[in-house]
T-cell receptor, first 111, second 110 residues
Framework: ETGVTQTPRHLVMGMTNKKSLKCEQHLGHNAMYWYKQSAKKPLELMFV???????ENNSVPSRFSPECPNSSHLFLHLHTLQPEDSALYLC??????????FGPGTRLTVL | QKEVEQNSGPLSVPEGAIASLNCTYSDRVSQSFFWYRQYSGKSPELIMSIYSNGDKEDGRFTAQLNKASQYVSLLIRDSQPSDSATYLC??????????FGKGTRLSVIA
């Protein structure tokens, strides 16, 4: 256990659905991250939050919408996704921009 | 653009041998370096961090850093089949988030 939890662990959704991924960290960190990892591909950084403020958005399509209500919680709202969005979505946290600790991930399948 | 380069592998080593994983980085001001292990279908797990030139040992793992050559490596002694995974090198360039390499897939053959 790294102190970072993610729910749900698995999600299957249709292209017209709206769903949300949740991440919570119990480490007292001040930075949180969303990554996408497609099959046999490297990590892709999607969003970065420092002290609840979004500091990076790496050209992510608007069908992905992050929300960070406080420094311990991070959400990724999903709507009208495409099959190519099927991937492992990983949340991580860190103190400042030091070493990151990852949650177990949400395996997303878009039908 | 800040880059971290790793050979994608697969790197195959026999059980009991030393596995050597290498990583180069482009940003000279980088100060912190990390190795993560990722099993198939799982999330990355931090296994080593190194901040100064030289070697750092932790059990069967040794991280080596050479800032002049912009090179960091991970040695795994007495490799076991359970070490078979993808190893990700990560570099902290200044105050920006970590930059990850694409990972090297290691296969330890029993």
């Amino acid at each position: 256990e790294t102190g970072v939890t993610q729910t749900p662990r698995h999600l299957v959704m249709g292209m017209t659905n709206k769903k949300s991924l949740k991440c919570e960290q119990h480490l007292g960190h001040n930075a949180m991250y969303w990554y996408k990892q497609s099959a046999k591909k490297p990590l892709e950084l999607m969003f970065v939050y420092n002290f609840k403020e979004q500091t990076e958005n790496n050209s992510v399509p608007s069908r992905f919408s992050p929300e960070c209500p406080n420094s311990s919680h991070l959400f990724l709202h999903l709507h009208t996704l495409q099959p190519e969005d099927s991937a492992l979505y990983l949340c991580a946290s860190s103190q400042e921009s030091n070493e990151q600790f990852f949650g177990p991930g949400t395996r997303l399948t878009v039908l | 653009q800040k880059e971290v380069e790793q050979n994608s592998g697969p790197l195959s080593v026999p059980e009991g041998a030393i596995a050597s994983l290498n990583c180069t980085y482009s940003d000279r001001v980088s100060q912190s370096f990390f190795w993560y292990r990722q099993y198939s279908g799982k999330s990355p797990e931090l296994i080593m961090s190194i901040y100064s030139n030289g070697d750092k040992e932790d059990g069967r793992f040794t991280a080596q850093l050479n800032k002049a050559s912009q090179y960091v490596s991970l040695l795994i002694r007495d490799s076991q089949p359970s070490d078979s995974a993808t190893y990700l090198c990560a570099v902290k360039p200044g105050n920006t988030p970590l930059v990850f390499g694409k990972g090297t897939r290691l296969s330890v053959i029993a």
